[in-house]
Nanobody
C-alpha cells in the first residue's frame, strides 16, 4: 500500500507564487514517475506536470509550461511544484499521483488534493 500526501496550497494573488509538496510513503520501491494533476469546478481532471524517477525527465502541459517547475527528491519520494506567475485559471484542487512499475497502467495512487486559489 502507498500513501500520497500533498501540501502547500493556499490563496494567492494573480502574478504570485506558490510551492506545492507531495510525499509518497509505503511500498514505493519501483517508482516509475510522479505527477501533478488539477481539477477545477465543473471540469475534468487535467494533467499538469510529471517527472520520471529514472533520469528525471520532466513534462508539462502547455498551459503551465514556462511558469511551473516540477522537481524531486528521490530520498523520501517527494516532489515539488513551483508555481510562478499564477493566473486566475490556475485555481483548482491539485492532486499528486505516483506511477509504480509493479502497479496497473497509469497512475496507481493519488493524494487527497490541495486547494490553490488565485485571486485578482
Amino acid at each position: 500500500q502507498v500513501t500520497v500526501v500533498e501540501s502547500g496550497g493556499g490563496l494567492v494573488q494573480a502574478g504570485g507564487s506558490l510551492r506545492l509538496s507531495c510525499s509518497a510513503s509505503g511500498r514505493t520501491a519501483g517508482t516509475n514517475a510522479m505527477a501533478w494533476f488539477r481539477q477545477s469546478p465543473g471540469k475534468e481532471r487535467e494533467f499538469v506536470s510529471s517527472i520520471r524517477w529514472s533520469g528525471g525527465t520532466t513534462y508539462y502541459s502547455d498551459s503551465v509550461k514556462g511558469r511551473f517547475t516540477i522537481s524531486r527528491e528521490k530520498v523520501g519520494n517527494t516532489i515539488y511544484l513551483q508555481m510562478n506567475n499564477l493566473k486566475l485559471e490556475d485555481t483548482a484542487v491539485y492532486y499528486c499521483a505516483i506511477d509504480l512499475v509493479w502497479g496497473r497502467s497509469g497512475y496507481d495512487y493519488w493524494g487527497q488534493g490541495t486547494q490553490v486559489t488565485v485571486s485578482s
